[in-house]
């Protein structure tokens, strides 16, 4: 798919609007000029999700929540992915954006909020429906996470699962929606690759 420039003399309004860290209606609530690789429009199509990521979320407290929920719900914004709750850089060391108490993480360095039960807390009532991302290697980018990795990742997402299940959903039921697998395994480019089900290895 690809954009289609807006009208010239739409600054403002549905077009023009900006608000904070990135949302933007140009970008996630365009929908009367978005159209396929053959130029067909598309008309009733609509972007209703974003992402945030850790590293911008992680210092928020409730009041910067509301206001970009705030910002969120102005645009339509119905579904709210938090990307890699846990995060495994090259040298092996772990940073976990989440209280969790798995023997995975026992020496992880811990952000300064707890973005699942912060997200989850605002989201409440909102209407805004959350999936939270799992973890990520580092070694994605240059692997493609399979092989022995991608076995690890998986397990350590299972256990994440489980642990986010117990402790955070049934205290949030209205803002918990699912899961991202943050790997998104259709960046794969090598046929030969086959993707497996998030299952421990």
Known sequence: MKYKKPPRGNTGGKYGKRIQNGYQ?????????????????????????TFLQSWMN????????????????????????????????????????????????????????????SALRNCEGSGIKVMVGLGLYDEWWTKSGFGKDYSE?????????????????SKHPDAFYGWYFTPELAMVRSSSCRPRSLQRA
């Open 153 to 169: 990742l998986c397990n350590v997402s299972a256990d994440m699962i489980e642990e986010i299940y117990n402790k955070y959903v």
């Open 58 to 117: 992680s210092y928020w407290g409730d009041e910067r929540w509301q206001d970009e929920i705030g910002a969120m719900k102005e645009i339509g914004i119905k579904y709210l992915i938090i990307q890699d709750m846990a995060h495994k850089a090259s040298d092996g060391t772990w940073t976990v954006c989440y209280n969790s108490n798995l023997d995975t993480f026992s020496g992880a360095t811990f952000g300064a909020a707890d973005v699942v039960e």
């Open 25 to 49: 209606d140009n970008h996630l609530h365009r929908t009367d000029y978005l159209s396929d690789a053959h130029g067909e429009e598309m008309r009733g199509s609509e972007f209703n999700g």
